[in-house]
């Protein structure tokens, strides 16, 4: 069920990728072996920014972005930086605007923070795409969002008071103040 979760989260993300109005402009084509729906032969370089390497949903995600790309016949980049920090996704992204790659799907550790760095990469004719944790509208084309952050602050609340036998007091520790995704749950 999780894979399945997750190879559907990334067959969304590239569909949402690859619609007409995210398609790149340029005329120009790459050779590939697999045909793909409607004929075209185009391969898309895609560079996926998680928050962190070594993270084990990230690490799941990897996989699942790997089966959906493999199914597209698209080439993933999956990179994060060792801590979570903007810092770490701005250096990846501009390392991926150097790359030239077609697509950016980024897990923001910080909304605001690398919205510059990505609309670099959109005035250079790269798609972004947010996912799991948005960036500032001025820095994507698109978020999609996984999951209803209230309803997941929600639940987790719930388990926690079960946990508790509903007495006591608990507290939330976030993995980091600028983490869009985390804030909403709290």
């Known amino acids: 069920m999780k894979k399945t979760f997750l190879k559907m989260t990334a067959l969304v993300l590239v569909t949402a990728l690859l619609m007409p109005g995210c398609a790149r402009k340029d005329t120009d084509t790459k050779d590939n072996d697999k045909d793909k729906a409607g004929g075209q032969n185009r391969t898309y370089t895609i560079g996926v920014v998680v928050k962190n390497v070594g993270n084990p949903f990230y690490e799941a995600c990897k996989k699942g972005f790997q089966e959906a790309f493999d199914e597209y016949g698209d080439k993933m980049i999956f990179q994060g930086p060792a801590t979570a920090t903007a810092e770490g996704q701005i250096e990846i ?10 697509v950016i799907a980024i897990a923001a550790n910080d909304a605001d923070a690398v919205a510059p760095a990505l609309k670099k990469a959109m005035n250079q004719g790269i798609k972004v795409v947010s996912w799991d944790s948005a960036v500032a509208s001025s820095g994507r084309n698109v978020h999609v969002n996984q999951a209803d952050a209230k309803l997941i602050g929600q639940l987790q609340v719930q388990a926690i008071a079960e946990m508790m036998n509903y007495e006591g007091q608990f507290a939330i520790l976030s993995a980091g103040a600028t983490m869009v995704n985390q804030n909403l749950w709290i």
């Open 93 to 102: 992204i501009e390392n991926m605007i150097a790359q030239k790659v077609d």
